[in-house]
């Protein structure tokens, strides 16, 4: 299934580390360079927006909390830490038992120039590694 914006897919096991490597580019198809960019701010979720994992809501990654753009290629970088890949669980989170799959979200939002501003979403498929009654 295809959600409209969604630019990566990864599948990691919970609590594990992964990468993501994107190219920001202008709507001319050129790089964004580091100098030009205002920010990257990204929220991480489970399903829906209001689900914030992590406390990772609307901050700021531009060479910061996980996040590295390169000087001069639009080559972004987005590592995630153990913490941003947990199982949800709580009285609105349906139970995910061992070797399923839950889904969440990053959404990014980078701005540069007077107005310019590009949004992505990247969607993490992690396994639950738990064993649920």
């Not at 299934?1 to 990864?10: F, K, L, N, S």
């Not at 990691?12 to 030009?36: F, K, Q, Y």
């Not at 829906?48 to 290629?73: E, F, H, L, Y």
Request: with cysteine; aromatic share 6%.
């Amino acid at each position: 299934m295809t959600t409209p914006g969604v630019i990566d897919e990864i599948e990691l096991n919970e609590l594990d580390t992964c990468r993501s490597v994107v190219r920001l580019d202008d709507e001319d198809g050129i790089p964004v360079a580091l100098a030009d960019l205002a920010d990257i701010r990204m929220s991480l979720y489970n399903g829906t927006p209001d689900q914030i994992i992590n406390s990772r809501d609307n901050v700021s990654v531009k060479n910061a909390a996980g996040g590295s753009m390169a000087a001069t290629s639009g080559q972004f970088t987005m590592v995630f830490s153990s913490a941003d890949s947990p199982i949800v669980t709580g009285a609105d989170v349906p139970a995910v038992p061992q070797g399923e799959r839950q889904t969440h979200y990053a959404k990014f939002t980078a701005t540069w120039g007077s107005a310019k501003q590009k949004s992505w979403l990247i969607r993490l498929r992690v396994v639950s590694l738990s064993h649920t009654p």
